[in-house]
């Protein structure tokens, strides 16, 4: 049910029993904003703000695991994703003036400054930042902001998901790019996995305009045939997932499984003996169902949970092998941060 809230009849919010699985977010301390660090409730944009009406913004999400016997938090291809992410920019014609090294300072600064000793997922966002009226981005300013929250799971990963396929098309690359990451291609999203959760299902897979496979509302997807993993290719109206790398080469270097990138027939899932979600926000999220038929016997694979425990030692920092796919924030250096604050 909806309900007015007390304090103003046109807002509204839901009450407990409709909010199927949120993930838990903190709210940040603080945010890089205007080119500083700054307070996070000092980092606030106009409503007249270009992206806030028309899309405008390219973003990020990027997730840090604490490692409590390291004292450590590892963020995960903190590079990779500074490196699309500025890829992404230049597609949407937004210019940060900052390098993937200053990029990836700030967000080590802003993880250190948050002082949380568990999880961390990192928003990093450029955005065109005019106060105007009116669509075209010539001539509009670009801004920056980045900031640090905890951010529990995305979706349920101890159990299979029961997930539909959306009556809504993934946008196609000639009109809103999968690929560029850019916030008015949420809708899109939003637009499926609502539809999914209102329906009883924990998450939509998504079919591209030509009817084949593409993703899900925020993830890449994997289906496993026999000892063979499929995913849809870079022209299947997908985002170059990150997580989707680390899954192809876990596969491939610890499970010696090879993975193939084709297009994927709707009817080719319900074939499927396993699928999986992979992304920074849902991990790797195992698919016991799709539109109400069983994948393989409609439980957990064997191969979606090897991938998952070994998905997990590696972003903890478990597994020396990976490594290099981890930027290290040591929690020695918390006691900096009040100073930093303060400058
Ligand atoms: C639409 C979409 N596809 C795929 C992914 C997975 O990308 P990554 O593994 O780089 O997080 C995401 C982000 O999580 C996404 O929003």
Known sequence: MMEPTSRNRFAYRVTAQEVRFVADTAT??????GGEIVPFDQAKVSVMTHAFNYGTGVFEGIRGYW???????YIVKLREHFLRFLKNCKMMHITVPYSVDELMDVSVQLVEMQDMRGDVYLRPIAYKSSETIGVSMEGVADALTIFASTFGNYVDIDRGLSVCVSS???????????????????VNSAL???EAVVNGYDE???????????????????????????TPGF???????????????LAKDELGLETRERSIARSELYYADEIFFAGTGVQIASVTSVDHRNIGNGEVGPITGALQRLYFD????????????LTPVKSHALAGSETLAAS
Do not use: C, H
């Open 168 to 186: 809504w098309r993934r946008t196609e690359d000639n009109a809103i790019p999968a690929r560029a990451k850019v916030t008015g291609n949420y």
């Open 67 to 73: 490692n409590g016997e390291a004292e450590t938090t």
């Open 192 to 194: 499926a996995k609502n």
């Open 314 to 325: 590696a972003v903890k920092g478990r597994n020396p092998k990976y490594m290099e796919w």
């Open 28 to 33: 940040p301390k603080y945010a890089f904003f």
């Open 235 to 249: 022209s299947d109206d997908i985002l170059e997932g990150l997580t989707r790398d680390i899954v192809t080469q």
């Open 204 to 230: 939509a897979i998504v079919l591209n305009p030509q009817g084949f496979v593409a993703e899900a509302s925020a993830a890449n997807i994997f289906i496993v045939r026999g000892r063979t993993l499929i």
